[in-house]
């Protein structure tokens, strides 16, 4: 069984392919306001390196949102016209779950511009904060009070070394039923406001 991962919420494209849920394929760069013109083409020469047809993908795992507008569209779109014309399962997920560090507890943190955080603290499939938009300094007290969390996500914006995720590892080790989207043509981009 071969899984289709997209994550373009934010700086980074990113591009999986896993096989029986273990990643064979992770691409994975700084491509800020570029994704819409090399996602395809990423996803193209992956399926290609791999020997495999785009046909025998047989899901397709992808990140939603919170994160920048229009990058949160791209890999959206490309989610739902794989799946609708394959006919085959969709699971989405926050933006900031699958930047954790699985291996502890994590506050995981996309620049949401104008001195704010898109911020989500989880733990495994745990939520313990529901993604919000918080001030960042605001943002840096939460980090000074729970010391022993991960930082995770680009945070080079607060001048803290964070957690650089697996995302297409992340996502396959995330991905339960929950997160199986019912109606594909009826999935929508998450974008948070104050």
């Known amino acids: 069984m071969y899984s289709l991962i997209l994550d373009s919420s934010y700086k980074d494209l990113v591009v999986g392919i896993a096989k029986d849920n273990v990643v064979i394929e992770n691409i994975n760069y700084e491509c800020f306001q570029r994704q819409s013109e090399l996602m395809i083409v990423e ?3 992956a399926l290609k390196r791999n020997n495999i047809n785009p046909k025998e993908i047989n899901e397709v795992l992808v990140a939603l949102g919170p994160g920048s507008y229009t990058g949160v569209r791209i890999a ?3 989610a739902k016209v794989y799946c609708y014309a394959l006919k085959i399962p969709c699971y989405a997920f926050s933006s900031l779950k699958v930047l954790q560090n699985y291996s502890k507890p994590s506050i995981c943190l996309i620049n949401a511009r104008s001195s704010r955080s898109y911020v989500g603290v989880y733990e ?3 939520c313990l904060i529901p993604d919000q938009v918080m001030k960042n300094e605001d943002v840096i007290k939460y980090i000074e009070n729970h010391r022993d969390f991960a930082i995770c996500g680009d ?6 070394e964070g957690y650089k995720a697996n995302i297409p590892s992340n996502m396959v080790a995330l991905k339960n039923e929950d997160d199986l989207v019912k109606d594909i043509m ?9």
């Open 186 to 194: 009826a999935l929508k981009a998450v974008y948070l406001k104050d």
């Open 43 to 45: 996803i193209e020469n």
């Open 124 to 126: 495994k499939n745990n």
């Open 155 to 160: 945070t080079d914006y607060l001048e803290i």
């Open 76 to 78: 959206l779109t490309i």
